[in-house]
């Protein structure tokens, strides 16, 4: 196998590895964490490096927000800075969850660096 294509199918695994802690968590705090009855979490359409995670208050898309983004080379959680882009500095590492669910709050506290 070619260097080229080993580097590409390692980064292509790594990015499996990552979505795979991203869909476990979110698993987690959507039956198991303590949130406001009707709120719920979801991976939204990846960008180039980030994946956003929305925060859903009400059905229909009304009152989404982004709770934080991912980064989907590394497993990082980054504090969002707004919709579009993360706030500098890693909070958390998917890879780490028993560290992501004793911090965690739904309001986003947990993400704010100490």
Request: with cysteine; hydrophobic share 40%.
């Amino acid at each position: 196998m070619s260097e080229t294509l080993r580097d590409t199918h390692d980064a292509a695994m790594q990015q499996m590895r990552v979505v795979s802690a991203a869909c476990d968590l979110l698993g987690w705090i959507n039956t198991e964490a303590d949130i406001p009855q009707g709120y719920s979490y979801s991976l939204d359409n990846p960008g180039k490096k980030y994946q956003r995670v929305v925060m859903h208050t009400r059905p229909g898309g009304h009152g989404d927000s982004v709770a934080f983004f991912i980064d989907r080379n590394t497993g990082d959680v980054l504090k969002a800075a707004g919709w579009k882009a993360p706030a500098k500095g890693v909070r958390a590492s998917l890879f780490d969850l028993d560290d992501i669910k004793a911090r965690f709050t739904w309001s986003g506290g947990w993400l704010y660096m100490k």
